[in-house]
T-cell receptor, first 115, second 115 residues
Framework: SQTIHQWPATLVQPVGSPLSLECTVE??????LYWYRQAAGRGLQLLFY??????ISSEVPQNLSASRPQDRQFILSSKKLLLSDSGFYLC??????????????FGSGTQLSVL | AQKITQTQPGMFVQEKEAVTLDCTYD???????LFWYKQPSSGEMIFLIY??????QNATEGRYSLNFQKARKSANLVISASQLGDSAMYFC????????????FGQGTRLTINP
């Protein structure tokens, strides 16, 4: 069966420090991968998605970047964190067909606090 | 323009009662999919139910059903015989054929089940 791992679960970082959040998927090949951010008490905002190794699409211009160095690995990064980067970050995967019935499977999330 | 609208920020329901969570959507596509996810306090996103735009019957999954009214562009989630464990955030989401790489979420409804 497929599983998705996301770490760390919580992170407290000072403003201006770098960030690296990692997500890996097991049990499937060539998935679509996604990073979402959720502000406190709000809905999910799509940040990045990837259809293959090295292929990254950005949805919102911001202080963050994403990379996909391996088929089942997705990394969210920042060189210098801002206060506004605080939030709950969720990684997700789907089977990669871009069909309208394609559901997402989510990781357990990372709560990032930038102080 | 808001693609998914959930007008109920919070709802309080007595245990064992049925509850309806509202969702309206906006799309010009003829082919699209509608999803509901549950987010408990742990933060994980749990898929509940899916409805395709061409599905003639309302989707059902155990105690969950989706009241799909295509002409009104609404996709309300109905939970029958609510349980204390149903207390969570609930998100409605849509995937359009145009732009099918994105699953767009509403702002969510916080459901609290009272004993």
């Amino acid at each position: 069966s497929q599983t998705i791992h996301q770490w760390p679960a919580t992170l407290v970082q000072p403003v201006g420090s770098p960030l690296s959040l990692e997500c890996t998927v097991e049990g499937t090949s060539n998935p679509n991968l996604y990073w979402y951010r959720q502000a406190a008490g709000r809905g999910l905002q799509l940040l990045f998605y990837s259809v293959g190794i090295g292929q990254i699409s950005s949805e919102v211009p911001q202080n963050l970047s994403a990379s996909r160095p391996q088929d089942r690995q997705f990394i969210l990064s920042s060189k210098k964190l801002l206060l506004s980067d605080s939030g709950f970050y969720l990684c997700a995967w789907s089977v990669g067909q871009f069909a309208t019935n394609e559901k997402l499977f989510f990781g357990s999330g990372t709560q990032l606090s930038v102080l | 323009a808001q693609k998914i609208t959930q007008t109920q920020p919070g709802m309080f329901v007595q245990e064992k009662e049925a509850v309806t969570l509202d969702c309206t959507y906006d799309t010009s596509d003829q082919s699209y999919g509608l999803f509901w996810y549950k987010q408990p306090s742990s933060g994980e996103m749990i898929f509940l139910i899916y409805q395709g735009s061409y599905d003639e019957q309302n989707a059902t999954e155990g105690r969950y059903s989706l009241n799909f009214q295509k002409a009104r562009k609404s996709a309300n989630l109905v939970i029958s015989a609510s349980q204390l464990g149903d207390s969570a955030m609930y998100f409605c989401a849509m995937r359009e054929l145009q732009g099918a790489q994105k699953l767009v979420f509403g702002q969510g409804t916080r459901l609290t089940i009272n004993p």
